[in-house]
C-alpha cells in the first residue's frame, strides 16, 4: 500500500498489520531525530569561526558524545568514500526512483565560500538528486 | 529442488519485506518534512516548504516559490552538522559556515523539530 499523511495522523484507520510496519521504522526514526538533534544541542548555535576560538565546549560536557565527534573531525579522511556512499543508501534506500528534481537550486551570494575537502562533497550532488526524488511523489507532495 | 524454492521465495519475501521498510521510511520522512515546514509560520498558497532530518548530520530545507512572474523557485539547502560548527550547502561541492543569526535559527528550528517531532513518531512506535 501506499502510506500517507492521513494514515500517520489517524492510525486508527490503519489495518493491524499496517501499523505493525509503521511501529518499527518509528522507532527508528525516533531514535534518529534523538541523535541528530543531540548533535546539535552539543555543538550549540555557534558558528564555525566562533569555534575555532572558544574551546570544545562538548569535551567535559559528555566524554562519549566528544570522542565521537572528534573522531570524526580527525584531519586524514576521516570518512572513506565507500563508507560514505553506503551511508547515503541506507538512509535514502529509494535512490533510484526518477531523475533530478532540483531544477534551480539558488547559489548563496553573501558571505565567504568555503570549499571543503571533505570526501561527502564528492556525494552531495547525488545525495540532492535522492532528497529531490524522495519529493518527488505526488503521493507525498506537501504543498497547502 | 524444494531447497532452492524455499531458498527463492525466502529471498523474494525479504526484498519485499525491505522494500516495505523502506516505503514506511520514506513515507516517514515525508510525515516529519510536513511538520518541519510548518514551524516557520503557514506556508502561502502554491508553496512549499519542508524541514527534516535527513540523517544522524544532515538536515535539509527545502522550498519552492513562484515569484511574480510565474517563475518558480526552487531552493534546496543542506546543514552539515560537523564537531566544528553548522555548514550549509546550496550547491554542489560548496559549504559555507552559518552566519551566528542563520547558527542560532538552525539550532532553534532543530529543537522545535524535536519537540514536534519526536512526540508523533513516538505515537506511531505505539500503535502496533
Redesign the interface.
Known amino acids: 500500500m501506499n502510506y500517507n499523511h492521513s494514515q500517520f495522523e489517524e492510525t486508527r484507520e490503519v489495518s493491524r498489520a499496517d501499523r505493525d510496519k509503521i511501529a518499527p521504522v518509528a522507532t527508528q526514526r525516533l531514535n534518529l531525530v534523538y541523535r541528530a538533534a543531540g548533535l546539535v544541542m552539543q555543538i550549540g548555535p555557534q558558528t564555525a569561526a566562533e569555534y575555532e576560538q572558544a574551546h570544545p565546549v562538548y569535551a567535559t560536557a559528555n566524554p562519549a558524545m566528544a570522542s565521537y565527534l572528534q573522531a570524526e573531525s580527525a584531519p586524514v579522511n576521516p570518512i572513506s568514500r565507500h563508507e560514505v556512499s553506503q551511508s547515503v543508501e541506507q538512509v535514502v534506500p529509494y535512490s533510484a526512483v526518477g531523475t533530478a528534481a532540483v531544477q534551480e537550486v539558488e547559489q548563496t551570494s553573501t558571505g565567504a565560500e568555503l570549499m571543503v575537502d571533505d570526501p561527502r562533497a564528492v556525494h552531495l550532488a547525488s545525495a540532492q538528486r535522492d532528497v529531490a526524488d524522495a519529493f518527488d511523489n505526488d503521493n507525498f507532495h506537501l504543498a497547502a | 529442488m524444494s531447497k532452492l524454492l524455499d531458498l527463492f521465495l525466502g529471498q523474494h519475501q525479504q526484498q519485499a519485506a525491505?522494500q516495505?521498510?523502506?516505503?514506511?521510511?520514506?513515507?516517514?520522512?515525508?510525515?516529519?518534512?510536513?511538520i518541519g515546514?510548518q514551524l516557520f509560520g503557514?506556508?502561502?498558497?502554491?508553496?512549499?516548504?519542508?524541514f527534516f532530518?535527513?540523517?544522524?548530520?544532515t538536515?535539509?530545507w527545502?522550498e519552492?516559490q513562484i515569484d511574480q512572474f510565474g517563475q518558480?523557485?526552487?531552493?534546496?539547502t543542506?546543514y552539515?552538522?560537523?564537531?566544528?560548527?553548522?555548514?550549509?550547502?546550496?550547491?554542489?561541492?560548496?559549504?559555507?559556515?552559518?552566519?551566528?543569526e542563520e547558527?542560532?535559527n538552525?539550532?532553534?528550528a532543530?529543537?522545535l523539530?524535536?519537540e514536534r517531532?519526536?512526540p508523533?513518531?513516538?505515537?506511531?512506535?505505539?500503535?502496533?
Open positions: 525491505e516495505r521498510r523502506a516505503e514506511v521510511y520514506k513515507a516517514l520522512i515525508h510525515y516529519e518534512a510536513k515546514g503557514p506556508v502561502a498558497k502554491g508553496e512549499r516548504r519542508e532530518c535527513l540523517d544522524e548530520r538536515w535539509v527545502h519552492e518558480r523557485h526552487v531552493t534546496t543542506r552539515d552538522v560537523r564537531p566544528n560548527g553548522v555548514f550549509k550547502s546550496q550547491g554542489v561541492d560548496v559549504y559555507q559556515a552559518l552566519s551566528p547558527a542560532r538552525f539550532y532553534d532543530v529543537m523539530y524535536y517531532v519526536a508523533e513518531l513516538s505515537r506511531l512506535q505505539q500503535v502496533s
